[in-house]
């Protein structure tokens, strides 16, 4: 599979679900705006609450996918990338995916301990179009 492809695919979602597992060892999944940033299609920034119940099981368990897809009148597109989640609380980090309307969600700003970020590193994906899938390594 074509990683270029891929990650121009990517970048045209407006949608990423991500995947924690619980303690129990169930997959949660939730629903997110697309990534802060992108590095190819091995790392992954997204924005979220500190205090969250996803942060607390990424951080007992670092094991994730994210998933993209597209749903067009005939054609349906995803691609599924699975690794690993990292939570970030340096300031370099936040300063690097903040957004000047954030404060609406983090009322102390950049600083606001409250605010931290989401980095999932790809290690292998899975890519889905037209009743065809392809696995594929990250890296």
């Not at 000047?100 to 999932?120: A, I, Q």
Request: glycine fraction near 8%.
């Amino acid at each position: 599979m074509d990683n270029n492809k891929i990650a121009a695919f990517i970048k045209k979602q407006k949608v990423a679900f991500i995947c924690s597992v619980d303690r129990d060892g169930f997959p949660n999944v939730k629903a997110m705006l697309k990534p802060r940033r992108i590095d190819g299609i091995q790392y992954f920034y997204f924005s979220t609450n500190t205090s969250s119940m996803r942060v607390k099981q990424y951080m007992e368990n670092p094991k994730a996918c994210i998933y993209f897809y597209h749903k067009g009148l005939i054609k349906y597109t995803g691609v599924m990338l699975k690794g690993k989640m990292e939570v970030l609380t340096d300031q370099k980090t936040k300063d690097m995916i903040w957004r000047r309307g954030d404060t609406m969600f983090y009322k102390g700003g950049v600083t606001d301990p409250d605010y931290c970020v989401l980095r999932f590193c790809a290690e292998s994906g899975r890519y889905y179009c037209d009743l065809k899938t392809e696995n594929f390594t990250v890296g």
